[in-house]
């Protein structure tokens, strides 16, 4: 009869007993342990590549004895810090799939599904963009929604021009993907009135405030990355912020990935505006789509 296939938490169980520290709770053995596993891994390769043509066959068969050192101070580590290595393969698969992998279609339900259509998000306009020059001089940006003015012209409000003024692009891209813009549902006078709790938490000053910091701070951090000019990924460290600031929000359940779309959606669309000082965007949140539009079929 052939053997059960090992589990992590019976290698974690079976490892403890070559573990002569025992109930020792100093984690430091078992991480100085993997910091000398990982590093003899890293020599075994090293004499894969030699230049000098010599030829090394057996580093794959090093690979698995090196890799289960490394699994035996991770075991002990985990005991040593009351972690159980199923659960941490379980959390860390959770995350992998969250960042990297598309979104599970049963988790793009409209947040505002459920209500009256004059409180939900349109699902399907234009939006367009044009430049004015105000009486002293400044450049400012004017949306339009479906022919309707949103908001006020409004300037890049800093000392250094940075083009900022076209920044609705970010919140009409936050729309489409994500479902969500507390800004945008200000503007268009779509907020959730028939639930006083939604309209306060959801709709309300500090998620507006939160959406505008998001924008504003993902504008500073992507100068460095030529506003992700070209970029295929956000830096993590932008998307963990994000995630950080809107967990308690109703758009906390989107993804690392869902966040990472939107982004550079969001910038793409920005950079064709400032490159082309305006334009029209066309917008369909039901199949999350938000592109330039032809302007003589925007209807604007």
Same mark, same amino acid.
């Given at each position: ?49 030699? @230049? ?19 699994? !035996?101070?991770?075991?002990?580590? #985990? ?20 960042? !990297? ?20 998000? @349109?699902?399907?306009?234009? &939006? ?29 409000? %800093? ?6 003024? +076209?920044?609705?692009? +970010? ?8 479902? !969500?813009? @507390?800004?945008? /549902? ?5 907020? /959730? ?7 306060? &938490? ?6 507006? %405030?939160?959406?505008?910091?998001? #924008? ?7 100068? @460095?990355?030529?506003? +992700? ?18 967990? /308690? ?6 993804? #690392?990935?869902?966040?990472?779309? #939107? ?8 950079? &064709? ?28």
């Amino acid at each position: 009869m052939a053997n059960s296939p090992l589990t992590l938490d019976d290698y974690q169980r079976e490892s403890a007993a070559t573990d002569v520290e025992g109930a020792n709770d100093d984690p430091l053995t078992p991480l100085l342990g993997m910091a000398g596993e990982v590093g003899a891994l890293i020599a075994e390769y090293k004499k894969k590549r030699r @230049p000098d043509g010599v030829t090394y066959t057996g580093f794959e068969e090093v690979v698995k004895t090196e890799l289960g050192d490394i699994l !035996w101070y991770l075991a002990a580590l #985990a005991r040593r810090v009351n972690a159980n290595l199923n659960d941490v393969a379980t959390l860390n698969l959770e995350k992998t799939r969250a960042r !990297w992998l598309p979104p599970d279609p049963a988790r793009q339900i409209p947040l505002d599904e459920g209500f009256p259509e004059s409180q939900q998000l @349109p699902r399907k306009f234009t &939006a367009h963009f044009s430049v004015l020059t105000d009486e002293g001089g400044a450049s400012k940006v004017r949306m339009q929604i479906d022919g309707k003015d949103i908001g006020a012209a409004i300037d890049d409000n %800093a000392r250094t021009a940075d083009d900022y003024r +076209f920044h609705d692009a +970010f919140h009409l891209a936050y729309l489409a993907i994500l479902g !969500w813009s @507390p800004i945008l /549902r200000a503007l268009l006078k779509r907020k /959730r009135k028939d639930d006083p709790d939604t309209d306060r &938490a959801e709709d309300g000053a500090r998620a507006c %405030a939160t959406e505008e910091a998001i #924008a504003a701070m993902i504008f500073e951090l992507s100068k @460095p990355y030529d506003y +992700f000019a070209g970029a295929e990924r956000v830096d993590d460290m932008i998307l963990g912020a994000v995630r950080a600031i809107t967990s /308690r929000l109703e758009v906390g359940h989107r993804t #690392a990935a869902e966040w990472e779309t #939107a982004i550079l959606a969001g910038f793409a669309i920005w950079r &064709a505006l400032r490159d082309s000082e305006g334009g029209v965007v066309s917008i369909d949140m039901d199949a999350g789509v938000i592109e330039m539009a032809d302007q003589g079929q925007s209807g604007i």
